[in-house]
Structure formats: C-alpha cells, structure tokens
C-alpha cells in the first residue's frame, strides 16, 4: 500500500501562486506514473497535470502556459507549481500514483480557494 500526503493548498488571490506538493510512502515500487486531479463543487473530477515514468507530461488545456507539474524521485516527491491562478481553478486538488497491477492510488486532497 502506499500513502500519500498532499501540503501547499491555501487561500491566494487571482493572479496569485501556489506550488503543492505530495509525499509518497510505502510500497511505492513501480510507480508508472504521477497525477494531480482536481474537483470543484458541483463538477466532476478531473485530470489537471500528470507525468510518467518516461518524464512524458500531461495537462488539461485550462492550466497550459500556468501549471507545471515536476517530481524529485529521490524524495519521492510530486509538485505542481500553479501560477496566474485564477478563481475558476478553485477545487480540491488530489494527488496519484498509478502502479502496475494495483491501480491508482489516492491522497486525501488539499484545498484550493482563489479570490477574485
């Protein structure tokens, strides 16, 4: 099983930066890949950055030019640098890790409030 332990959320205000981060512990062998997912009220969960083992990188179009997703594998650690934020990318911000023949793992999320 692994954990993961997501920090950085906060109150910022539009235009305003965050960088959160997530910690993984435990049976992390094989991750293939890291994700950040995100859910605003009302609204479905959905994929904002991931990367691959390979370094190949994904983003949602809404966060192109703004978001950058980066990992440090000797501290096991994901980040996601969310600059020029806006009120609309207010939401819960989720950390994964999907690993062979386990699926996708879950942290607990950290919350993401920006003011306009």
């Known amino acids: 099983q692994v954990q993961l332990v997501e920090s950085g959320g906060g109150l910022v205000q539009a235009g305003g930066s965050l960088r959160l981060s997530c910690s993984a512990s435990g049976n992390i062998f094989g991750i293939n890949s890291w994700g950040w997912y995100r859910q605003a009220p009302g609204k479905q969960r959905e994929l904002v950055a991931a990367v691959a083992r390979d370094g190949n990188i994904d983003y949602a179009d809404s966060v192109k030019g703004r978001f950058t997703i980066s990992r440090d594998n000797a501290k096991n650690t994901v980040y996601l640098q969310m600059n020029s934020l806006k009120p609309e990318d207010t939401a819960v911000y989720y950390c994964?890790?999907?690993?062979?023949?386990?699926?996708?793992?879950w942290g607990q999320g950290t919350q993401v409030t920006v003011s306009s």
């Open positions: 994964t890790v999907d690993r062979p023949f386990v699926g996708t793992s």
